[in-house]
Nanobody, 118 residues
Framework: QVQFVESGGALVQPGGSLRLSCVTS????????MSWYRQAPGKERRPVAA????????KFADSVKGRFTIFRDKDKDTVYLQMNSLKPEDTAVYYC???????????WGRGTQVTVSS
C-alpha cells in the first residue's frame, strides 16, 4: 500500500523558513520522480516543486523560484521541501506524491499545514 506521510508544517512569520518532510512507502522510491503540491483554501491543488528519480533535475513554480528547494534521501525514502523567505501567499496544505509535476501517480496523504502570518 502506497503511503505518504507529510510533516514539518507550522505557523511561521513572514520571512521565516520551514523544512517539510515526506516519508514514503509501498513503492520503489528510487525509481520515481517526486513532487510537492499545495492547496490553499478555496483553490485547486497545484505543484510547486519536482525532482527527478536520480535527484539531478528539479522544477519549481514561478511563485517559489529562488525561495524553495527540493531534495531527496534515497536511503530514507524521503523527499524534502526547504522553504525560505516565506510569504503569506505560501499558506496552504502541502502534499507530496510520486510523479513529475502534474502527473501525480498515487492517492494523496493527509498533507501538512503551513501558515505564514504575523
Amino acid at each position: 500500500q502506497v503511503q505518504f506521510v507529510e510533516s514539518g508544517g507550522a505557523l511561521v512569520q513572514p520571512g521565516g523558513s520551514l523544512r517539510l518532510s515526506c516519508v514514503t512507502s509501498g513503492f520503489k522510491f528510487n525509481k520515481h520522480d517526486m513532487s510537492w503540491y499545495r492547496q490553499a483554501p478555496g483553490k485547486e491543488r497545484r505543484p510547486v516543486a519536482a525532482i527527478t528519480d536520480d535527484g539531478e533535475s528539479t522544477k519549481f513554480a514561478d511563485s517559489v523560484k529562488g525561495r524553495f528547494t527540493i531534495f531527496r534521501d534515497k536511503d530514507k525514502d524521503t523527499v524534502y521541501l526547504q522553504m525560505n523567505s516565506l510569504k503569506p501567499e505560501d499558506t496552504a496544505v502541502y502534499y507530496c506524491n510520486a510523479g513529475w509535476w502534474i502527473g501525480a501517480l498515487f492517492s494523496w496523504g493527509r498533507g501538512t499545514q503551513v501558515t505564514v502570518s504575523s
